[in-house]
């Protein structure tokens, strides 16, 4: 199935796009947390500047799906990489708190229209059958070049300076954009007619119609709250872990690496061996088996000091999460119509994003109180509840219906 990716004149360009791309982003990370406690010394002024990434996503993600849903795929991939070079080409130049949070938050709604019209397109541009394959490509990839870039990054940002590392992401989001304008992607896939593109209450029609949609499909209505919960767990888990390996596995700042480490190499093979032997993404278990997966790891963690059993922990860990994502992709590909892919899909993000930041709330004011161990046996305990409602709700859904299109008019598939 990789030969077959990889034969996709289309999917190519998408990938070398990303790849780029990826490999900007987790430099412009690093400087970006750099410059805002240069510019301010304050360690909540970094956390509102995660928090100014997350927002956009919550604001502008029903407009997001519906512009995906009515513009040509292939100009907003193109217009969202542009828009955001010239965003973080400014970022390179600017020194005042609020105008970098402006900047970020700008940024990160450049952002929002990128990842759901990739993930929509696909479909589009490689054979069924290589579908996985694709989604696993694109995850393992990924991880590698944060792996990658992760390490030096640090190095990079400390030798040269933010300005520099800034300059290398927007020209990364050029190239992107560059590779992308090669790509074939068949006309007007995923594009909304003519009809329905008529003034401002059609627009709002249109995105409302999404969440018509999300109600009632039986997949995507009962994916949601299980998305919801696993959400409101790996939010402050995940951005707690560097306090857990300082305070009860006693780790080092380099000890945390090790654990970013073994989850990005668990990642990579999780998602390679996936890729090669599934053909067919049409079981859910893949998704919701690696919730309860992962959750019990997270006690584990909890529970555990000596360090090769942490690390073991997170190697499964990253191979829980690259299946769940990639399985992930692959379903909401074939289960959500083209027609309404862009809407669902944001849909679906901002549930995620939302609970993500109500964790992140309240794992901070419970970390405090009844420890960080704590906060990963409640976490955990939630992961797993995750996990478990999914199986119950979908469990039994392996084959599942593949709809091509979507009639707006009628709203059948």
Known sequence: PYGRVFASRSYLPLWVGQLISNLGDTIHYVALVVLVYRVSGSGLAVSAAVAFEIVPILLLGPVAGVVIDRLPRKAV?????LARAALVLA???TRELWLIYALTFLLASAGIFFNPAAQATIPAIVDKEALVAANS?????????????????????AWLGTTPAFLFNAATFALSALAISTMHIPPHAGELSAQSKRGLGSYFGDALEGLRYARRDPFISRLLPVQALAALSVGATSALLVVLAEQHLGLPPAGFAWLL???????????????????????TRLLFVPYVVRGVGDVLIAVFTPLPVALLLMFVYGTMTSTGAVAYAALMQTRVPEGVRGRVYTTVDVTWQLMRLTSLAVGGALVDTVGVRGVYYAGGALLVAAGLLGLRLLGSDVAGPRSATYH???GTS
């Open 77 to 81: 991939l193109i217009g969202s990489d």
């Open 261 to 283: 480490g073994a989850i990005a190499v668990g990642g990579i093979i999780g998602s390679a061996t996936l890729g090669a032997l599934l053909r067919e993404p049409g079981d």
């Open 137 to 157: 490509v694109g995850w393992l990839t990924g991880r590698l070049v944060q792996l990658i870039a992760s390490a030096v990054g640090g190095g990079l940002v």
């Open 408 to 410: 707006s008019k009628t």
């Open 91 to 93: 970022l390179a130049f």
